[in-house]
């Protein structure tokens, strides 16, 4: 796809406006027009240091300040950070123990949580405080985002690398902040994953949801059935050729969402959604026929054979060998529109599955159909209803028996509906979906009488029947994600459209340098 990039502003101007704007005194000039740094997630707390500015020079270096315990995770949080300002400075920029201008210190205060920091940028030095590697992870985010544009350039930048002083504290409001890709009705690379990977962590985003297998076809190895793959992986959405994941690709992915601070979490929906598995092994299917591959986009008309022993001994061995690769504590076993599923059966089904994950030492996760089946304890439950009664219902079911909510109103946070009529890809079952619709609104009030307590978090998914390739994923992810990424992060108190809009706005020339094929959403002032 063409990237077109759009004109840029002319510096002179800006310039000559601000310029126009200063009142004669110098010194409170200064404080009064030094503005809050355009952040997302916003931190919970951010002050301007008027008169104080960093600026990273040739003899850069990234210091790491860490007990022997976090040294090493720490030094590969320093090591990605130097290696992109290596890129886009030209400088050296080392990863040194115990000193730096730019210091990662592990020795802050465990109040902020495992994912929170502290940032304070003088004309000293940038430190970054955390109790934890993901803490330092997360604060390098922020700081990525306070440097210069260009400072993500693949090649080398003229600086100067300026950034204006600020202290912040921040942590997270929610643990759960994910996206889902959905890999199945279109098959994406471990090269594209890794984008998608790249771009979602840089907003704090901490899981990565993985719909691995559906009618249209299965994407992970599994050695026990090895036809789900070589047959069930063959094709995709309008017949073209497919793809899987190996064990090493996918321990690949796992590997590589981890050095991001991203979880994986691996989705095989059951019981229905299940075609390709049915077409791999006839055995799985009741009446012993395997019906032929499906590369169409109806969903409802699968379903696993719920009165077969077989099925549960492939399900054991499916969520054992998909386990075993998962090293977060969730798997998700899909449960959503099993329309030929009896009601009955279906719970029978989902709970004999649910007995089978937690066997393998998982916690269930499951879309919120599950939310009348028994939940062991630990279980997590995905609402992705539509202000509807019924879905409602089953979510606030769910609360009721102990599980917490991740909350992916599907006409608010599925990155699939179009932005509007005109949007050339996507679909709008659950309505047409703006910047606006996608951020405004609140993970714990969107569903009346559910507890606070319950909500997890947020997450948005993307699914791909329509788009079958990166660029259309940014084009879908980009601006929404951010957005739903702060709803997730940022307290509820500093959610504000008017306001976020602003902030997102100096999103635009940051994508424009990593080539993000974003939605120009006319409504954002792009800068
Ligand atoms: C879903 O959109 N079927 C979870």
């Known amino acids: 796809m063409k990237r077109l990039l759009r004109p840029r502003r002319p510096l002179i101007g800006l310039l000559t406006a601000a310029f126009l704007a200063s009142p004669l005194s110098v ?6 027009a030094t503005p809050a740094p355009a952040l997302i997630p916003k931190p919970v707390s951010q002050q ?4 104080e500015t960093f600026t990273l020079g040739s003899s850069a270096a990234v210091g790491v300040i860490a007990s022997p315990a976090k040294r090493a995770a720490a030094t590969k949080v320093a090591e990605q950070l130097a290696a992109q300002l290596r890129r886009s400075t030209g400088y050296a920029v080392p990863v040194v123990p115990d000193a730096g201008t730019i210091r990662l210190s592990t020795n802050g205060t465990s109040s902020l949580g495992a994912e929170g920091y502290q940032l304070r940028v003088d004309r000293t030095a940038v430190t970054i405080t955390a109790a934890t590697p993901e803490g330092l992870f ?3 985010t922020t700081l990525r985002q306070l ?8 090649a080398p930048q003229a600086g100067p690398w300026k950034i204006a002083g600020i202290a912040i504290a921040d942590s997270p409001r929610f643990a759960y902040r994910g996206t889902m890709l959905d890999v199945s009705r279109h098959f994406f690379s471990v090269a594209e994953v890794k984008r998608y990977i790249d771009l979602a962590s840089r907003y704090k985003l901490n899981k990565l949801h993985l719909h691995l297998a559906d009618d249209q076809g299965w994407r992970i190895q599994v050695d026990s059935w090895p036809r789900l793959t070589t047959y069930g992986g063959s094709l995709e959405v309008g017949g073209t050729p497919g793809g899987y994941y190996t064990k090493a690709d996918f321990a690949e992915i796992v590997r590589y969402a981890g050095e991001r601070y991203l979880t994986v979490i691996p989705e095989i929906d059951t019981p229905g959604h299940t075609n390709a598995a049915l077409a791999s092994y006839a055995e799985l299917n009741c009446n012993g026929v395997a019906p032929p ?3 169409g986009t109806n969903v409802g008309f699968s379903s696993l054979c719920v009165g077969k022993e077989l099925t549960y001994s492939f399900l054991d061995d499916v969520f054992g060998e998909v386990s075993a690769q998962t090293p977060g504590d969730i798997v998700h076993l899909g449960g959503d529109e099993a329309h030929s599923t009896p009601h009955a059966d279906y719970v029978t089904f989902v709970n004999k599955a649910s007995t089978i994950v937690t066997g393998h030492g998982k916690r269930v996760m499951g879309w919120h159909e599950i939310g009348d089946t028994a939940l062991p ?3 997590v439950v995905q609402y992705w209803g539509t202000d509807d009664t019924k879905s409602r219902d089953l979510a606030r079911q769910a609360a009721t028996k102990g599980a917490k909510v991740v909350m992916s109103p599907a006409n608010r946070a599925y990155l699939d509906m179009k932005y509007n009529k005109d949007t050339p890809y996507g679909l709008s079952w659950a309505g047409l979906v703006n910047v606006e619709k996608a951020y405004s609104w609140n993970p714990t009030t969107l569903i009346p009488n559910l507890p606070e307590s319950a909500v997890a978090g947020v997450e948005a998914p993307l699914w791909s029947e329509t788009l079958d390739d990166i660029d259309k994923v940014e084009f879908m992810a980009f601006p929404r994600l951010p957005g739903i990424a702060e709803l997730g992060w940022s307290p509820a108190s500093a959610l504000n459209w008017t306001a976020y809009k602003d902030r997102l706005a100096g999103q635009g020339s940051r994508w424009d340098v990593l080539s993000v094929n974003f939605y120009r959403a006319p409504e954002i002032a792009w800068r």
Do not use: H
Not at 147 to 154: G, N
């Open 27 to 32: 010194v409170s000039t200064a404080e009064a």
């Open 48 to 51: 301007v240091l008027s008169g």
């Open 293 to 295: 591959l499906y590369t």
């Open 147 to 154: 440097l210069p544009a260009k400072a993500d350039s693949a």
């Open 377 to 379: 304890a630990g279980s």
């Open 138 to 140: 997360r604060g390098v």
